[in-house]
């Protein structure tokens, strides 16, 4: 049986792994079309399952289809996976606890949302990069010959000298084993709290959440909007002596830190490109997790207005079309009254009233929703 929160990824790989069968062998017996590219193929159906491939696996588990789309990102309610694209860029890398991918380990399906930043078992902060060969970490890549390994490869793509052919010398596998990698602890008791109410909402809320989310996670979805794109972060306390570092330390393009519009250092990859040092970001969980403790210190408040206004400084004003973008749930739609005082800063007098006609609407369509029903 697949585990609460595990992914069809994983629970694929476990299988096959329990059995000592390959993946592609397993795939088949799960009745999951499978070509060349299997792990491209399992990723995908990660993220979604057509009718006909949840109506095969419902004939090979006897799982029913509804507990199967538990195991998909679309069947979970939760925001922003536009991840699964296939590019290694800046923050298309996914986060991952190396621990959790000790060989016959399982991983959650949590790990594709943007909020994941901390492992709750190992209560580490996650990683997305392998410190050996730097490459990202995507489940589309892992191997199911070599369960826990880095899939990534050593060295520059055009490192070495071309051969006769043209071709340059193939690259070495990096295969380290990814349970090793070294991971930071975490200290900072209201990142637990936000991970754990984010999780229960994405394995129990799921579908009703996405008609009517709760108070809470509007309020949770609507500051994170205002701190990673709008605010900048005044004032901030956490007890884990590496977040409060990240705030209080000085950017220092040199060393590779560079300052997140926020206010958090965050690391840069520097490379020279022709002659030119450039750097890009990477997604980077401590980051995270330094923005979403940020939203801690306002949505765990007693006094959200407050501490919205004591947290938070507003770059700039913003228009509501522009504040819309991006959101897959409009949830600022139903935020609580206690951050209007903010909302009314950020979007002006007339952004807000827009806002505010949204929300009657909303209202009403809600109010006629349940009519119907009883009706
Ligand atoms: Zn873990
Ligand atoms: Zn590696």
Redesign the pocket.
């Known amino acids: 049986m697949p585990l609460a929160d595990e992914s069809l990824f994983s629970w694929v790989d476990h299988l096959a792994y329990t059995y000592s069968i390959d993946r592609p062998t397993m795939m088949r017996v799960l009745g999951l079309p499978v070509k060349n590219v299997h792990a491209f193929k399992l990723s995908q159906l990660t993220a979604r399952l057509t009718p006909s491939e949840a109506r095969q696996l419902e004939a090979a588990t006897g799982l029913p289809q509804d507990e199967l789309s538990l195991l998909t990102v679309d069947g979970v309610a939760d925001n922003n996976y536009d991840r699964d694209r296939g590019t290694d860029t800046a923050k298309e890398a996914w986060a991952f ?4 991918l000790t060989p016959a380990g399982r991983w959650p399906l949590w790990w594709y949302e943007s909020w994941a930043v901390l ?1 709750p ?2 209560q ?1 902060y996650l990683v997305s990069y392998c410190p050996d060969c730097e490459s990202p970490f995507r489940p589309a890549d892992l191997r199911g010959d070599t369960p826990g390994m880095c899939s990534g490869f050593l060295g520059h793509p055009y490192d070495g000298q071309p051969g006769p052919s043209g071709r340059r010398p193939k690259r070495k596998r990096c295969n380290r084993p990814m349970w090793e990698i070294n991971t930071t602890p975490v200290a900072d008791p209201s990142l637990f709290e936000i991970h754990h109410r984010l999780q229960y909402f994405m394995t129990r809320g799921n579908r009703q959440q996405r008609h009517s989310p709760s108070q809470w996670l509007c309020d949770f979805h609507t500051v994170r909007r205002l701190v990673s794109r709008w605010t900048t972060v005044r004032s901030f306390s956490s007890p884990d002596p590496t977040l409060q570092a990240r705030f209080s330390g000085k950017p220092d393009w040199e060393s590779g830190w560079s300052q997140s519009s926020s206010g958090f250092l965050e690391p840069i990859k520097l490379v020279s490109l022709g002659g030119f040092r450039t750097g890009y970001m990477r997604r980077d969980p401590i980051t995270e997790a330094c923005e979403i403790s940020a939203v801690g210190q306002i949505v765990l408040s007693r006094d959200m207005e407050t501490s919205a206004h004591s947290t938070l400084t507003i770059r700039h004003p913003v228009e509501l079309a522009k504040f819309k973008e991006g959101f897959r749930i409009f949830y600022p739609i139903a935020a609580s009254p206690a951050l209007d005082g903010i909302l009314n800063d950020l979007l002006g007098e007339q952004g807000f009233t827009a806002l505010t006609e949204h929300r009657v609407k909303a209202l009403r369509r809600s109010r006629q929703r349940s009519a119907d029903k009883q009706g």
Do not use: G, N, R, V
């Not at 606890?97 to 959790?100: L, S």
């Open positions: 606890c190396p621990k959790c492992c078992i190992h580490t």
